[in-house]
């Protein structure tokens, strides 16, 4: 019912930014939250930021100060800026709308060289 879709992923040298999108196919104002999520090769997915309908926002620690994001009601988008990337920021992001419903996005892959 509910699609998102990822992108802006690519491979990025230490220290360097990047900007992921997340559009969905209806308003993003309509969830309780929407988050981005990550999973490096051999681990497990791990929450890296949510962003609630109030506008607060939950961090993860290893990218505090460096991630933020941000959403755009009008295009139904959601955005991960990521700053000073590390090569340990390397994985598959993916986009998440929560309630009404649980929805996931396919992912987009970042790569961090040293």
């Known amino acids: 019912q509910v699609q998102l879709v990822e992108s802006g992923g690519g491979l990025v040298q230490a220290g360097g930014s990047l900007r992921l999108s997340c559009v969905a196919s209806?308003?993003?104002?309509?969830?309780?939250?929407m988050g981005w999520y990550r999973q490096a090769p051999g681990k497990q997915r791990e929450a890296v930021l949510r962003?609630?309908?109030?506008?607060?926002?939950d961090y993860a620690d290893a990218v505090k100060g460096r991630f933020t994001i941000s959403r755009d009601n009008a295009k139904n988008t959601v955005y991960l800026q990521m700053n000073n990337l590390k090569p340990e920021d390397t994985g598959v992001y993916y986009c998440?709308?929560?309630?009404?419903?649980?929805?996931w996005g396919e992912g987009t892959l970042v790569t961090v060289s040293s």
């Open positions: 998440n709308a929560l309630w009404p419903g649980d929805y």
């Open positions: 209806r308003s993003i104002s309509s969830f309780n939250s």
């Open positions: 962003i609630y309908r109030s506008g607060s926002i």
